[in-house]
């Protein structure tokens, strides 16, 4: 490819295309013509000298470069991004868009400790919080959120990743206040017995408590409720004999909120203390916008 032809508006053009699959949407979404985008597509086809983008029965797929060029584009328009706008970042007057991913167990309490702070310091920052379950790091790597929040290790082909430590994550024991159980000192006969609810989250198997017997020998602990999130927990423990095992910030709101009490984790089950992290690419790492939030919640690093 002769670098000479490249227009930098086709590359942007190119990575709404990969990202939609959908050359109606990309013209919708860059406020360009169906037409325009069809020819700037006809472009890239001719100086990738590949089809990038497959007609299939249900839309278009993506080929195999095309999906390689995916993940550096984004990358590339980052960079580029940066260098154009770099300058002193003044909080009070910035208008960025910080992008934030994590799992609720994790996100939860750095969320309401942070976004005060965000808006007392930087009220024209948008935050964009995702928290639906997908791998951890998928887009943190293709550069489309700047921090990922969570407890998970990356594996040894997610490089190029920072890393800030956060807080430890303890848990308690949710049950209503009726229960047998809520006035007594737990153990492990105790509750083997008992009916629990889990927490079924994509990546989070730190929220099984059956995980936690089964680590001490104990199979065969009966579920008979699982959710994918948190916020049926307090209804469901007042109203019947489940128990919930749970990070203890969250049976502080449950608590508050319903007639459920949190009782202590037996030693036993208390297997591990999450530490939870701050990820950020190598990509934005010397963004003046990532470098003031990442020193924002370095002031806010505590133990939950």
Known sequence: MNLNQLDLNLLI????????KHISNTALTLGMSQPSISRSLSKLRSLFDDPLLIRMAGGYELTPKA???QQDLNSILNMVETLVNKQTFDAKTS???IKLFGLPPQMHLLIETIIKDVREQAPNIILEIDTLPKPQFSDLLKGE???????????????????????????????????PLANTKLNI?????????????????????????????I????????LKN?????????????????PDHFANDICRHHDVVARVVPPELDLEHDEVYLYWHQRHHNDPV????????????FKI
Request: charged share 20%; aromatic share 10%.
């Open 67 to 69: 999906q390689s060029i």
């Open 219 to 226: 199979d065969n602990i009966n579920t008979p409720i699982r």
């Open 230 to 246: 948190f916020y049926s927990i307090g209804t469901i423990a007042q109203n019947t004999d489940l128990i919930f095992f749970v």
């Open 95 to 97: 208008q960025a868009t």
């Open 145 to 179: 959120t700047h921090f990922v929040i969570t407890g998970h290790k990356p594996t040894s082909s997610e490089d190029k990743l920072y890393r800030q430590a956060l807080f430890e994550r303890d848990f308690k024991l949710i049950m209503a206040s009726t229960h």
């Open 189 to 217: 006969e105790l509750l083997r017995n008992c009916n629990f609810g889990q927490i079924s989250i994509q990546g989070e198997k730190s929220l099984s408590i059956a995980h936690c017997f089964a680590a001490l020998g």
């Open 13 to 20: 053009i190119l990575k709404q295309l990969l990202n939609e």
């Open 290 to 301: 990532c470098q003031w939030f990442r020193e924002l919640v370095k002031s806010k690093v």
